[in-house]
């Protein structure tokens, strides 16, 4: 069963207005999470992380929002831009007992930013 | 700085057959991991390396092996390959354990 899920397989946004990106997931053990950026015919690239023990992560237009009562994050941009234009993917991480870095990775969504 | 670099780009094989897929890193990272992603589906991990020497099992290991005979190189290995092991394969590595895993740019393997 998908212990990360994001529900939304696709957003179009304005040029300029905020993008929100949500995901959700079911172990309540997992306490670093991700979001990563994916062009095609490209690896995912790492964008802006959180750590449970945080709620909130900003990094220039994107901000991290982490409800781990409601084991839901959110990734904004703002303001959006075209070549804001991938795949985003969320991932959680739950390290193993050997200490390497077990990430699980939701579905995708695609966000489509409009001139 | 190359950073991930992976392998073939491109391969089909014929079902039965075998081959193996390279993942160079030239960062100094000492963990590498294997991931495959499929459609509708997240990435999954295969199999870990925590240093030069070790290899684990991640959430989808059967039907592969790994190697990992030098701290830059991260092989995967498909000894009899299968229709349900066609995907798109991504090799990452990392400095730390908790740190942010860097990607190749992928093989796309279709297994006919």
């Known amino acids: 069963d998908q212990q990360v899920k994001q529900n939304s397989p696709s957003l179009s946004v304005q040029e300029g207005r905020i993008s929100i990106l949500n995901c959700d997931y079911t172990?309540?053990?997992?306490?670093?999470f991700l979001w990563y950026k994916k062009y095609p015919a490209e690896g995912p690239t790492f964008l802006i992380s959180?750590?449970?023990?945080?709620d909130k992560n900003e990094d220039g237009r994107f901000t991290v929002f982490l409800n781990k009562s409601a084991k839901h994050l959110s990734l904004h941009i703002v303001p959006s831009q075209p070549g804001d234009s991938a795949v985003y993917f969320c991932?959680?991480?739950?390290?193993?007992?050997?200490?390497?870095?077990?990430?699980?990775f939701g579905t995708g969504t695609r966000l489509t930013v409009i001139p | 700085n190359a950073g991930v670099t992976q392998t073939p780009k491109f391969r089909v094989l014929k079902t039965g057959q075998s081959m193996t897929l390279l993942c160079a890193q030239d960062?100094?990272?000492?963990?590498m991991y294997w991931y495959r992603q499929d459609p509708g589906m997240g990435l999954r991990l295969i199999h870990y390396?925590?240093?030069?020497?070790?290899?684990a099992k991640g959430e989808v290991p059967d039907g592969y092996n790994v190697s990992r005979l030098k701290k830059q190189n991260f092989l995967l290995g498909l000894e009899s390959a299968a229709p349900s092991q066609t995907s798109v394969y991504f090799c990452?590595?990392?400095?730390?354990?908790?740190?942010?895993?860097?990607f190749g740019n992928g093989t796309r393997l279709t297994v006919t």
């Open positions: 991932a959680a991480s739950e390290l193993s007992q050997t200490g390497a870095n077990n990430l699980f």
């Open positions: 960062m100094n990272h000492e963990y």
């Open positions: 990452a590595s990392s400095y730390f354990a908790n740190s942010p895993l860097h």
């Open positions: 172990n309540s053990m997992f306490d670093y």
């Open positions: 959180i750590s449970s023990i945080k």
């Open positions: 390396s925590v240093g030069e020497g070790t290899t």
